[in-house]
């Protein structure tokens, strides 16, 4: 009956004047909804209505009133009138929501309640302090009025529904403000910055070149939203090493016997080093950025192969395995990220075999390093650098000035998620239908991210002097300029087009146990590969680089899918279990090996190439290196982007290490049953980075998805 209504050549017009395609599917899910409300089951009556509510609407073009009107007349004139009432409520109190999202009052609202979808939305915040409610507060203001008066209102009534997601609204486009980069660090310490007051030249010694280091961290963090990249680590701050060891080579001259001046110095050495990363690491942890977070900083290195570069990364793995204070806490930041390669570290008779080795034991005892594979990232990307953040890449970009390629200083405009579970719910079994919502979604996607990049161009170098005026961003405004297009156009500045739940789409048509089926992978292969298509396109049309990224999804998981069941009640396997499943991955509660879920991931890495990570869970691994290097090796050529998800929780009551016990609310010891997160280290892979959920927790979806995972292996592996 349906797909006969279905067919009638209508057009509607939205509330926010956007035309779409009539969709008699649309009145059918409502209708249901309002059957469902009055305690009725009767199908039968929800398709009659939706017929006789379509055949009395006429004229080429229909806005919503018209259509809503229709249906409470055929209703009222049913034999259950009673259905027309909870219609009508269920149409008054989506009203009602939507207005309330816009109502500065209503947010502030939610936030003095501790909602928490509110104080909880991002983990990496300690709502419980000052600086941070402060944050939140400009942060509810800040969103209700961009979805009233600056999204386009097709955005914005989009984002509202469900069917996309804006995301970071407490912070963009109410402020001009950029996402994530990769801060331009070895510029910035070789010319020298300005930060305030303050004239920084460049540094004498390694001990100074990472406490600029970290101010630098501290003020890029604080006129972005996002995360920021120190790449190459090792490689930047070997040189500020080497003036340590001459130095220390000259002191030896005069005070040291000759036979033992290179030992002397190269011991001093060796030692600047490791205070040096020491203290970058506690400089981080005890940052508070003007969001009220400590910054979400990552370190990339690993390429390095000389004497003081192999020390930088030892030092740096031998401080995080030290972990924080007298009690050894793990450290949640920087988040590192170690490159693999073939010839540097990968063998027994490469030159860095042994900072793998130490890579594999950090890893082990406190799940970082994850890990990038240099040649499949290479083919991926077009070349090789850490992620922006947790998982924002860059593609090859040649500059076209100078021709060179550049990575250092690029940065991305933000990101704008499909809601890929909602869209497979609606077509309801038909492939055709959800190939046409797509499409049609797709377009507000774009009309999103096209506002989202040209509000970033609205900012003045004098709002954020870090980026644009002093080598944050890789270049510097002239004096004088108040242009900040040269920093995004030409394609140098991503902007990502971000999805969510491929294993839910997949299983509204092929059922939860789709992953070994052919014609099921294939689909959810092709949705990927029609973004990328997507992005290739507008690509073309405008100056900015869009690419598809896998959204990590921290609160998202939670709000698409607490959207989607207030609005199609418990679907098993999609909307009954609270959450969605982070972008292409692998459903988290089945038992598969590392290298199976690795082998069915990897397809789709190559379409999403602005933002991923795979991960693998294992089960306690500090005796057993070995099996996660077999995993990794075995990764190498296949994937780019590689975590290790390991229990590591340590209670401090009884002495207990491994796993905490998930509870309704949290964790707790399995041990002693200890649950105060004083006395407690409970640390878990949150999405792309770390998190510690008893200090800071996270929302009801990603906690019973944390829940719900599996171990990928159990023993020793190939």
Known sequence: MLGEVATIPVTVIKRDGHRAAFDAQKIRTAIGLAVNDCGLEDQDFVDAITQQAVESLHGEEMDIPAIQTAVENALMASSHPEVARAYIEYRHDRDVDR???????????????RDQTVVHE?????????????????????????????????????????????????????????????????????????????????????????????????????????????DRTDEVLAPYAEINYSKHMKDAEEWVEPARRKDYAWAKTRKDIHDAMQSLEYEINTLYSSNGQTPFVTLGFGMGTSPIER???????????????KDHHTAIFPKLVFGLRRGVNMDPEDPNYDIKQLALECSTK??????????????????????????????????????????AGRNNLGVVTLNVPRIAIEARGSRERFWKIFDERMQIVKEALV???????????????????????????????EDVTPFFRDHRATVSIGYIGLYEAATCFFGPAWEHNPEAKAFTVDIVRRLSAYADQWREEYPYWFSVYATPSESLTDRFCRLDRAKFGAIPDVTDKDYYTNSY??????????????????????????????????????????ALEAVWDYAYDKIAYLGTNTPIDHCYKCGFQGEFEATAEGFRCPECGNDDPETCDCVKRTCGYLGNPMKRPMVHGRHVEIASRVKHMDGPTR
Not at 148 to 155: D, F, G, M, Q, T
Not at 178 to 199: E, K, P, S, Y
């Open 451 to 481: 506002f989202r990049a040209r509000r970033c161009e609205d900012a003045h170098p004098e709002n954020a002097p870090i980026l644009y005026k002093y080598g944050a961003f890789g270049k510097r405004a002239p004096e004088g300029s």
């Open 366 to 407: 406190r799940m970082y390093p994850d890990v990038l594979s240099y040649d499949r990232l290479t083919e991926v990307e077009g070349d090789y650098k850490a992620p922006m953040g947790c998982r924002s890449f860059l593609p090859k970009w040649v500059d076209p000035e100078t021709g060179e390629a550049v990575n």
């Open 99 to 113: 207005a309330r999202a816009m109502d500065v009052s209503a947010a502030l609202d939610k936030l003095m309640s």
């Open 122 to 230: 991002n983990a990496n915040k300690d709502s419980t302090v000052f600086n941070t409610q402060r944050d939140l507060t400009a942060g509810s203001v800040a969103r209700a009025y961009a979805l009233k008066n600056l999204l386009p209102p097709a955005v914005a009534n989009a984002h509202l529904k469900g069917d996309i997601h804006f995301h970071d609204l407490d912070y963009s486009p109410f402020q001009a403000m950029t996402n994530c980069c990769l801060i331009d660090v070895a510029g910035m310490l070789r010319d020298g910055f300005q930060i305030g007051n303050a004239r920084v030249e460049s540094p004498r010694s390694i001990n100074t070149a990472t406490a600029q280091i970290a101010q630098i961290i501290a003020n890029v963090a604080s006129t972005q939203y996002g995360g920021c990249t120190v």
């Open 311 to 325: 020390e930088i990364q030892r030092a740096i793995f031998e401080v995080r395995i030290a972990g924080l204070g």
């Open 585 to 626: 991955h692998y459903d988290v509660r089945k038992k598969v090996t590392p290298f199976e879920k690795l082998d069915f991931e990897s397809e789709y890495e190559p379409y999403t190439k602005g933002g991923f990570i795979h991960y693998c869970e294992y089960p306690k691994l500090t005796h057993n290196t070995k």
